[in-house]
């Protein structure tokens, strides 16, 4: 029998674990296919993990150049394409997708990342607008950054969702 895989929560580029864990089934056969940390509010110095956020935007917006952004996304395009299967693979097992949509959904992801690689670069109008890269969507980008803000990914699409959120 495999070893049962655990998972850990990443914060402030260090994996911690919260209070205990949680199972990780396989909803077709009810199999516990991991183990999750669990992370709750009340453990988290979250004006920490903010003031750490708000550190590192400023580090990549001021001293990463281009070329570097643009590196950093190019080497997580080909992550996702070299291991397109193996994360679709995860999508079926642990949230019960079929092959085609988790497969699609790890697609979305590399065309996502290809986008904004190409954003970091891209002449945009004087209003901030520039076309889309995207394959069969039409989307806009307006350059008007946000800041720091969490994202809470949806089970259905545990991939998707965050990387729009990663990337934009």
Known sequence: MS???RVMNLIQG????GEGETKVFNPA?????GMSSVALPLNLDLVAIGESAKI???MWHW????????AVFRAMAVNFETYRGELAKTMVIEGGKLWRWADAEVQEVIDTIWHYHGEISR???KD?????????KNAFSLLMPYGNFLTIKPWNFPAAVP??????
């Open 163 to 168: 990387m729009w959120s990663i990337c934009g």
């Open 128 to 136: 901030g607008f520039g076309r889309c890269q995207l394959p069969d």
């Open 29 to 33: 056969t009810e199999q516990v296919v």
């Open 63 to 70: 001293e990463v150049s281009e070329q570097s952004k643009e």
């Open 123 to 125: 002449y945009h109008t």
């Open 14 to 17: 260090s994996f911690v674990s």
């Open 56 to 58: 590192a935007q400023e």
């Open 3 to 5: 070893e049962t895989k």
